[in-house]
């Protein structure tokens, strides 16, 4: 019997751009099969990829939403300040007042989609595509012995992502 470990699609999505690392998966049926490994490190190490791949992809989505509700925060203010100013009333105080808080808590929540928020959502992309891009170039298409690999993922213990 033998296993497989195909390349998946990885598609992460930051702020509107799409990057997507792609492993060349389909295999014409004309070509050879890569040859079958029993290498226990060999399998370990992709089973642990694999591992950290899940890993780091959930990190990048929680983070990646993160920045989306920033944004999607920011572009609310955005149009409570608008409406806000539209409906001012300038000679009522209490009205310029509301306005003026509209205007600080939008800008306050600017300077946040800005800041650590896109550098932590960037980060972590770019850590998920380079264990993806290494994945790839190790473990996609390898054809492992299906037995070794059960009994491998049994007791899996794999090291801490870098």
């Not at 033998?2 to 390349?7: F, K, Q, R, S």
């Not at 004309?30 to 591992?51: G, H, R």
């Amino acid at each position: 019997m033998m296993g497989h470990l195909a390349g998946a699609r990885h598609a992460a999505f930051l702020g509107g751009s799409l990057v997507v690392l792609t492993a060349l998966g389909s295999q014409a049926s004309a070509q050879v099969p890569a040859p079958m490994s029993s290498n226990p490190a060999e399998i370990t190490t992709c089973l642990c990829m694999e591992q950290g791949i899940s890993t780091l992809s959930a990190d990048m989505s929680a983070k990646t939403q993160a920045l989306a509700a920033v944004r999607q925060r920011l572009a609310g203010l955005d149009a409570r300040y608008e409406q806000a100013k539209r409906n001012e009333d300038v000679n009522n105080p209490s009205s310029v007042e509301n306005v003026k808080a509209i205007l600080a808590q939008r800008d306050a929540a600017y300077q946040q989609s800005l800041g650590a928020v896109v550098s932590d959502a960037d980060q972590a992309t770019a850590r998920y595509n380079a264990e993806v891009t290494s994945y790839n170039g190790s473990c996609a298409n390898r054809n492992f012995d299906s037995v070794m690999m059960a009994q491998i993922e049994a007791h899996l213990s794999c090291p801490p992502l870098r």
